[in-house]
């Protein structure tokens, strides 16, 4: 066994995956053999979840019916609702909101009581919890809004139906296209720190409603999906300042503070998530006459890029994307959550498949042979 310490378990191999592709030098994502930008363009969430959790793309037959199963899973129960509308007036943040309401989902799943490793069984439980998310989450934001929550619709799709849930009407084309490519891009991503959590839970033979909550808690970290919320408060703390794009990244600089959004573990170039949402973002500020958000991302990336070598992450270009769509600041990382999820679900499908215990070791620097002194004595 290897002595070698790698923080942060940086270049370690410890799974084999049929799940998602990452060539971090070519800035290429692949699910299942699909290059992301192909999914992006021409598939919807809900084909992606069935290409994650069957391996293979739906017919129409198959994705109609799994999308109706998805559709007729978005209600919550009563005493669920409950607990969202405690969690809004608590003023409780959306994360730990929405990490602790999925987490009760298995007091109302059928299938809680089921064996861990029954693979029907967590298909049906990972539908039910991608389903309800949406529905928690829109009903959590209207709530403390002082709104009452707006119950899910069967007929919409996954992404309109979150978008009508959230404003109470049903989203134009345009932001519902966005959004659901938006949930596409974000489905998965290897073995991210989220994935990770949820897999090392799982791997304790642990269900799928405490795997879940796992990876959300692990999500809502700043280094992880909390970056697109920092990012858009960035791009605010710019506009407010008056100060050309430039010469607001040297002052923070400067002042020894990161500009979100930039770097990633995997990737050496720029994020090709990043590629397709920028383009979604300045297609948007076009349409509503706020260019100026996209305007402000290529003039830092720019800079970034040629006088840092950094490269944006998919966190740059969806935290302006999401808000010129009118979505609330702090519930950019739970839309991570909804989308991700699938990915969540699927590594734990895998887990399952071929498991054993995710338990590595840590090298012990402490002291040694230290002398016992009772407590009356020290």
């Known amino acids: 066994m290897s002595d070698d310490l790698k923080k942060g378990l940086e270049g370690v191999l410890v799974a084999e995956s049929e799940l998602s592709f990452i060539d971090g030098d070519e800035g290429r994502l692949v699910y299942r053999g699909y290059d992301i930008e192909d999914l992006a363009r021409d598939a919807s969430y809900e084909e992606v979840l069935y290409l994650l959790w069957h391996g293979r793309l739906p017919n129409r037959d ?12 978005r209600e919550i129960d009563d005493g669920v609702m409950a607990t969202v509308r405690e969690l809004a007036a608590a003023d409780e943040e959306p994360m730990a909101a929405l990490r602790t309401v999925v987490s009760q989902l298995s007091a109302y799943d059928d299938d809680a009581a089921a064996d861990p490793t029954d693979e029907a069984a967590n298909l049906r439980k990972g539908r039910r919890i991608t389903a309800k998310i949406p529905t928690i ?28 849930m959230l404003n109470g009407e049903v989203p134009d084309d345009v932001l519902a296209e966005t959004f659901d490519m938006a949930l596409v891009l974000h489905a998965d991503h290897g073995l991210n720190a989220s994935t990770f959590t949820s897999m090392v839970i799982s791997s304790t033979l642990a269900d799928l409603h405490s795997a879940i909550p796992g990876g959300i808690g692990a999500l809502s970290g700043s280094l992880h999906g909390g970056a697109n919320q920092d990012v858009m408060e960035a791009l605010l703390e710019l506009d407010d300042s008056g100060k050309d794009p430039v ?9 020894g503070e990161r500009v979100p959004g930039f770097g990633h573990r995997v990737y050496n170039v720029k994020d090709p998530r990043a590629k397709i949402l920028s383009e979604k973002s300045e297609a948007l500020g076009e ?4 260019p100026q958000w996209h305007d402000y991302s290529v003039a830092i990336e720019e800079y970034l890029t040629e006088e840092k070598g950094l490269a944006p992450n998919v966190d740059f270009y969806s935290a302006s994307t999401y808000y010129q769509m009118g979505i609330p600041i702090d519930i950019y990382t739970p839309i991570f959550v909804m989308s991700r999820v699938g990915g969540w ?4 499908l895998e887990q399952y498949e071929d498991n054993r215990l995710i338990r590595p070791r840590a090298r012990y620097v402490g002291p040694m042979d230290e002398e016992f002194v009772p407590v009356d004595e020290r």
Request: hydrophobic share 45%.
């Open 62 to 73: 198959e994705l109609d019916e799994f999308s109706e199963s998805m559709a007729t899973a």
């Open 137 to 164: 989450l829109a009903a959590f934001v209207r709530v403390r809004n002082g709104d009452e929550p707006v119950a899910p619709r069967e007929d919409l799709d996954h992404a309109t139906n979150f978008l009508y």
């Open 247 to 255: 010469e607001w990244v040297e002052d923070r600089l400067d002042a």
């Open 287 to 290: 349409a509503a006459g706020t």
């Open 345 to 348: 679900v699927a590594h734990v």
